[in-house]
């Protein structure tokens, strides 16, 4: 199994402008979330979803959107990049009543 | 003020020294208490999970969680290298949505 995979690594960005981070999972867990991870912050939520077309706001939603059309992938996407979007984004999946999350290895986002 | 609050570190030991880390939090709904490892440039993984107050132990880790006074820590003896990495308390409420509130993360260096 691959767990939590996140495409791309590293990305740079214009203000202004949009794109997707994407994630997949193959372990067939219905909750998977978007968290954001800034220095001194910790990990805030963004969205989660608890299956294929059912998704639902975290902490810090404003700014990104997401889609969840199968199981596996759950992709975040930004509408309008801006500079306080710079962080570094994981995806996590878990077993339903389960507490273990799972995260992918992450994306660095800079928006310049 | 921070629902969940943990010393930044680095906390810097030598190898075999016994390392305690520790998170304080303000929410008296938390009834479950994670901590997850993180090593760098990597997604966080769970490394312990404790429900309401008590000791767990696991190998060379041990929870410990004190309800009473909002204070969790962990606990590692006989610390290697390997340990390396940034610790994240992660605690919950009693709600069905099982979100958790991460700490920012206590950073630990084990030198050899």
């Known amino acids: 199994n691959a767990g939590v995979t996140q495409t791309p690594k590293f990305q740079v960005l214009k203000t202004g402008q949009s794109m997707t981070l994407q994630c997949a999972q193959d372990m067939n867990h219905e909750y998977m979330s978007w968290y954001r991870q800034d220095p001194g912050m910790g990990l805030r939520l963004i969205h989660y979803s608890v299956g294929a077309g059912i998704t639902d706001q975290g902490e810090v939603p404003n700014g990104y959107n997401v889609s969840r059309s199968t199981t596996e992938d759950f992709p975040l996407r930004l509408l309008s990049a801006a500079p306080s979007q710079t962080s570094v984004y994981f995806c996590?999946?878990?077993?339903?009543?389960?507490?273990?999350?799972?995260f992918g290895p992450g994306t660095r986002l800079t928006v310049l | 003020q921070k629902e969940v609050e943990q010393d930044p570190g680095p906390l810097s030991v030598p190898e075999g020294a016994i390392v305690s880390l520790n998170c304080t939090y303000s929410n008296s709904a938390f009834q479950y208490f994670m901590w997850y490892r993180q090593y760098s440039r990597k997604g966080p993984e769970l490394l312990m999970y404790t429900y309401s107050s008590g000791n767990k132990e696991d190998g060379r880790f041990t929870a410990q969680v004190d309800k009473s006074s909002k204070y969790i820590s962990l606990f590692i003896r006989d610390s290697q290298p390997s340990d390396s990495a940034t610790y994240l308390c992660a605690p919950r409420g009693d709600t069905g949505r099982r979100a958790l509130t991460f700490g920012s993360g206590t950073r630990l260096q084990v030198q050899p």
């Open positions: 996590a999946s878990r077993e339903t009543g389960v507490d273990e999350q799972f």
